[in-house]
């Protein structure tokens, strides 16, 4: 975007380290959609461990990020989200939306009773009408770099990219939404790496990477 000084405008990335609700809030409901009566838990609380790991990992992509001159917000910088509209994924949605970010990057970390699965995946809305038709184009498409870059970066297992109709937090996001499962937290290689400055580092990098991608075009 050129200002009217002509001066570029940075691209402001909403960053939103997953989970970090407290358990009484986390086990209320919210429909998944606007308009929906299906209803879903606001957090469950993640893979255990995970909170800290996505708050670790979008504090260094937060910094890489301004260090490249983008303008950043995040849905949490501590342990507990604290958020108007009652700290769920509507509200996170929300915060994004209100700021009309560039991008909206969910940092979440995956867990399975398979201890063997390990990688990176890409979550990106799937095509809803009214709910996810505005912003499902560019979501893919921010999706693909984001996982692209981040498996490059990381050298991880690429477990490729998945449409979800089913996330509170993308269906109702107005700006562009993706969410990057950065690694399992229940595989013991992983969750060596993730706990590590360097992989962290790594992954933020990558991040950073596929905004750049996603955001020149
Ligand atoms: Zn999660």
């Known amino acids: 975007m050129i200002g009217a000084a002509g001066v570029a405008a940075a691209a402001l990335i909403c960053l939103d380290p997953g989970h970090g609700t407290p358990p009484a809030i986390g086990r209320q409901l919210e429909p ?70 560039a991008l909206m990057i969910r940092i ?17 809305p799937a095509w809803h009408s009214g709910w996810t038709d505005d912003v499902y184009a560019p979501s893919v498409r921010a999706g693909f770099a984001l996982q692209k870059a981040v498996v490059s970066a990381t050298g991880a297992p690429d477990r490729g990219i998945v449409k979800r109709s089913d996330l509170t937090g993308f269906n109702w996001a107005d700006v562009p939404v993706t969410l990057v499962e950065t690694g399992f937290l229940t595989n013991p290689t992983d969750w060596r790496l993730l706990h590590t400055a360097s992989y962290q580092q790594r992954v ?11 955001v020149r075009r």
């Not at 995970?50 to 849905?75: K, P, Q, S």
């Not at 979440?108 to 990106?124: E, I, N, P, Q, W």
């Open 32 to 101: 998944i959609g606007p308009g929906s009566r299906v209803m879903k838990i606001k957090d469950g609380g993640g893979a255990h461990g995970e909170a800290a790991v996505a708050l670790a990992i979008a504090n260094r992509t937060r910094a890489v990020l301004l260090a490249r001159g983008y303008r950043v917000a995040m849905t949490r910088t501590g342990p507990t989200i604290h958020l108007r509209d009652g700290n769920g994924n509507i509200a996170r949605a929300k915060f994004c939306n209100r700021r009309h970010a």
């Open 204 to 214: 933020a990098l990558g991040l950073a990477n596929g905004v750049r991608a996603f």
């Open 108 to 124: 979440h970390a995956d867990g399975s009773a398979y201890r063997s699965l390990h990688g990176v995946s890409t979550l990106v």
